[in-house]
């Protein structure tokens, strides 16, 4: 069974960091890319951050460029986003997702045409930044 299983979202004061976790099982993790996307209320879904298991690398919107950090957990399969410097606009649902083909550009999978590429979605958690 697929499972991508997001975690640590929550109420966090603006200026607070905040690490966001997507466990990965019953896939070939090493042949995907993890995309972090979010959906604020009443926005449409967005890409945040992707992270390439294969060589480490990352991408980011330019929004959370300096912001957020992704990074891998080899031995458990799972991805953090850190979030640093939380600010209000920051607010939304976060999900994970594993994309491929994961020998695209990062700036493809994770970019405008990011529609294309996910192949399983984990059920989201919430992050909310108070003023």
């Known amino acids: 069974e697929v499972r991508l299983v997001e975690s640590g979202g929550g109420l966090v004061p603006t200026g607070e960091s905040l690490r966001l976790s997507c466990a990965a099982s019953?896939?070939?993790?090493?042949?995907?890319?993890i995309g972090w996307f979010r959906q604020a209320p009443g926005k449409e879904r967005e890409p945040v951050s992707c992270i390439r298991r294969s060589d480490g690398r990352t991408y980011y919107a330019e929004s959370v460029t300096g912001h957020f950090t992704a990074s891998i957990d080899d031995a458990t399969n799972t991805v953090y986003l850190q979030l640093n410097n939380a600010k209000p606009e920051d607010t939304a649902v976060y999900y994970c997702?594993?994309?491929?083909?994961?020998?695209?550009?990062?700036?493809?999978?994770?970019?405008?045409?990011?529609?294309?590429?996910?192949?399983?979605w984990g059920q989201g958690t919430q992050v909310t930044v108070s003023a």
């Open positions: 997702a594993a994309l491929s083909p994961d020998t695209l550009s990062l700036g493809e999978l994770c970019g405008r045409s990011w529609r294309s590429y996910p192949d399983y």
């Open positions: 019953g896939f070939t993790f090493d042949r995907k890319v």
